[in-house]
């Protein structure tokens, strides 16, 4: 019962922080976007439907990607018993492996739309570009991205950590 | 004469704060999921960057920003305070208060962007 408990808290620190890091990335892509005018070409050129299926596949990919990353981190508390040498470059590799199944996902959404319109050939090119430049491409941004997010969720946890302290402190 | 007051024990608490946090997690990935597809069907409709509509919209994915960056330290703290079984109520009531406020402020943000 308590190993349940322990468990499903586990659960709930990797959902709420690869949600927050799928969540963030894209509203902060949205907002840089449609400021500097480039979102309404974007948007115009995907359904609706395959935006979803997009976003979808993101925070499916984001969530299980921090839960191999947290895995064997967790203390009673979401504070990682795991030094911040072996954290950082796990986070890091894990948003490379993320990217490369999140562009695999792209690709097979993209191929169930263009098979549905018809075009058999883009599916074929899309599959060599994934294939080679795009598994590559994919890998360095999500490397990048891992870093970054790595580094964001850390200090949610050390703010966390510190309100915590703070309050316990007080007379 | 003293009248106790039923207060909930700290296990129902953190239990109910912790399913909370659940659905406040699924709900934030549905609001970016279907933000992201109505401005999609907006396509090439979509208001320019410097018009008032555009500025709101930029004022509203900051905030949804900003409500998901400061919820990670609440549910943390829920997380830690359901391992130790303490909960803290001032700090739940400042976090949730706070939560409150924000969406509030979205919530306004909507409406104020729906109607022009």
Known sequence: MAERAIRDRNLLVVFTLG????AALIAALVVTLYASGGLAPLLSSLSTIAGLALFSALWLTTVWSTG?????AFTVAPWTSVPLGIIIPR??????????????????????????????????FGALIFLTVGAAFAFVIGLVLGLLFAGVDL?????????LDEKKSRP | MGVRRNRPSAGVVLDVAERYEWIFWAAIGLQV?????N?????????????????????KLVAVLALALL?????????????TKRPRPGLLSTYYGGTTVVVVVIAGL???????
């Open chain 1, 91 to 124: 986070a890091t590799w894990r948003g490379g492996v993320n990217g490369v199944v999140f562009l695999a996902c792209v690709g097979v959404i993209l191929a169930i739309s263009s098979a549905f319109n018809g075009d058999v050939g883009v599916v074929g």
């Open chain 2, 39 to 59: 401005l999609g069907a907006f396509g090439q409709a979509l208001p320019p960057p410097e018009s008032a509509w555009g500025t709101k919209l930029i004022v």
């Open chain 1, 155 to 163: 200090a949610l946890v050390s703010a966390t950590r510190a309100i």
């Open chain 2, 71 to 83: 919820s990670v330290p609440r549910t943390l703290a829920v997380v830690a305070m359901a391992g």
């Open chain 2, 33 to 37: 999921m279907t933000g992201v597809g």
């Open chain 2, 110 to 116: 909507a409406v104020w962007l729906a109607h022009g």
């Open chain 1, 68 to 72: 191999r990353t947290l895995r064997g």
């Open chain 1, 19 to 22: 949600t927050f890091d799928a």
